[in-house]
């Protein structure tokens, strides 16, 4: 069975430091996997995803995620946050059933960036 | 194009009333999901559509959820009667494709609310 775990409900990190979201996955099969950020009262928005292509992915506001195999791991990545990145970020697998497919989300991780 | 609208946005009600919310989503999207997001219990898939068919209700709570898709443009989430552990937010996503790859977009929620 797919699922995804988020190490870290809350992270805190200053203004322009890095941004580390870690993301471990569970899949019996080549896993397809998304990272989702949800600003404070507001909907899920894709940040990237994997779909077995390059395994650097890059993503909208400077982030980026590396899919690695022998780590399960996809974790999320940003050189430098910046104040507008605080928000909770979800980590997702795609799973099957059927003919059909949909999404497994994490817990979450809430970050928090200091100025 | 306007993005998944979800309606009402807060909901207020009492123990033991019928709630409906509405979702349209993007037009075009074949896939429509709706979704819970609870504190304790994270974002729990409740139930999905492709092509205004249900595929997917495994999620759907118990007999008290009814989820209707009538045509392409409308979707209802119908909670009767309901309970003060229903609290929680409640989204409606669409796809244009389908999920195993394919992304997600999310409407802004619905805060519900049973006293």
């Known amino acids: 069975a797919q699922s995804v775990t988020q190490l870290g409900s809350h992270v805190s990190v200053s203004e322009g430091a890095l941004v580390l979201l870690r993301c471990n996955y569970s899949s019996s099969v080549p896993p397809y996997l998304f990272w989702y950020v949800q600003y404070p009262n507001q909907g899920l928005q894709l940040l990237l995803k994997y779909t077995s292509a390059a395994t650097l992915v890059k993503g909208i506001n400077g982030f980026e995620a590396e899919f690695k195999k022998s780590e399960t791991s996809f974790h999320l990545t940003k050189p430098s946050a910046h104040m507008s990145d605080a928000a909770e970020y979800f980590c997702a697998v795609s799973v099957i059933r059927g003919s059909q497919g949909n999404l497994i989300f994490g817990k979450g991780t809430k970050l928090s960036v200091k100025p | 194009d306007a993005g998944v609208i979800q309606s009402p946005r807060h909901e207020v009600t009492e123990m033991g009333q019928e709630v409906t919310l509405r979702c349209k989503p993007i037009?075009?999207?074949?896939?429509l999901f709706w979704y819970r997001q609870t504190m304790m219990r994270g974002l729990e898939l409740l139930i999905y559509f492709n092509n205004n068919v249900p595929i997917d209700d495994s999620g759907m709570p118990e007999d008290r959820f009814s989820a209707k898709m009538p045509n392409a443009s409308f979707s209802t989430l119908k909670i009767q009667p309901s309970e003060p552990r229903d609290s929680a937010v409640y989204f409606c996503?669409?796809?244009?494709?389908?999920?195993?790859?394919?992304?997600?977009?999310f409407g802004p929620g619905t805060r519900l609310t049973v006293l």
């Open positions: 996503a669409s796809s244009p494709i389908g999920a195993r790859t394919d992304t997600q977009y």
């Open positions: 037009s075009g999207h074949d896939y």
